[in-house]
């Protein structure tokens, strides 16, 4: 239980394009999903949260027009790099949280986006 | 605020000897401190969490951890290292509001 897939697992964009990439707890509701960036060989790097049905909240730094965030379910958030920049390729990585008595504050961990923008 | 340091960007052992990744934490309050695997294009794992229950946590895979409040410490220990261990380990602390921190990571390699 308590499985997080990511779609698509790696895209390729040209700059000034784009990209949306998805987040969806395949068996559990999520009230909080979050949003991480890790460049290579470096530590993983909250971007923002997000609440089912409310705006995401962005770390300090981060453009929230250009990194859109939408959670419309309980299953599904989103992120969308809108006009993709080379400094945008990263690995983008997804976890979800229930916070109910069986998951607990746990969060559970998709298996990353790689976006590489030329 | 909350940070967490990994002391060792690299630690290299032979297969079948100890292991220890360390981990200095700072918090402001009695911290939620975890420890996750990450292999290669996988998701991260979670190896073990501490939450101010007993001290030494018992983890996944044979891997442990002690919280030592006095050195701020939460390193990560196993007794025998199996090839199958080779991977990136991030040592995370609670940073409150449901987030969290994550230190620079530990890349463990295992030779045979």
């Known amino acids: 239980g308590a499985v997080v897939s990511q779609h698509p697992s790696w895209v390729i964009c040209k700059s000034g394009t784009s990209v949306k990439i998805e987040c969806r707890s395949l068996d559990f509701q999520a009230t909080t999903m979050f949003w991480y960036r890790q460049f290579p060989k470096q530590s993983l790097m909250l971007m923002a949260t997000?609440?089912?049905?409310?705006?995401?909240?962005?770390e300090q730094g981060v453009e929230k027009d250009k990194f859109l965030i939408n959670h419309a379910s309980l299953t599904l958030s989103t992120l969308t790099v809108t006009s993709a920049h080379p400094e945008d390729s990263s690995f983008y990585i997804c976890s979800a949280g229930a916070l109910t008595s069986v998951l607990g504050d746990e969060q559970f961990f998709g298996p990353g986006t790689r976006l590489t923008v030329l | 605020a909350q940070s967490v340091t990994q002391l060792d960007s690299h630690v290299s052992v032979s297969e079948g000897t100890p292991v220890l990744l360390r981990c200095n934490y700072s918090s402001s309050y009695s911290p939620s401190l975890f420890w996750y695997v990450q292999h290669p294009n996988k998701g991260l794992q979670l190896l073990l969490k501490?939450?101010?229950?007993?001290?030494l946590v018992k983890g996944i895979n044979g891997f442990e951890a002690e919280f030592k409040k006095s050195e701020t410490s939460f390193h990560l220990t196993k007794p025998s290292a199996h090839m199958s261990d080779a991977a990136e380990y991030f040592c995370?602390?609670?940073?409150?509001?449901?987030?969290?921190?994550f230190g620079s990571g530990t890349r463990l390699l295992v030779r045979p």
């Open positions: 501490y939450t101010s229950a007993a001290t």
């Open positions: 995370v602390v609670s940073g409150g509001s449901y987030k969290l921190i």
């Open positions: 997000s609440n089912e049905g409310s705006k995401a909240t962005y």
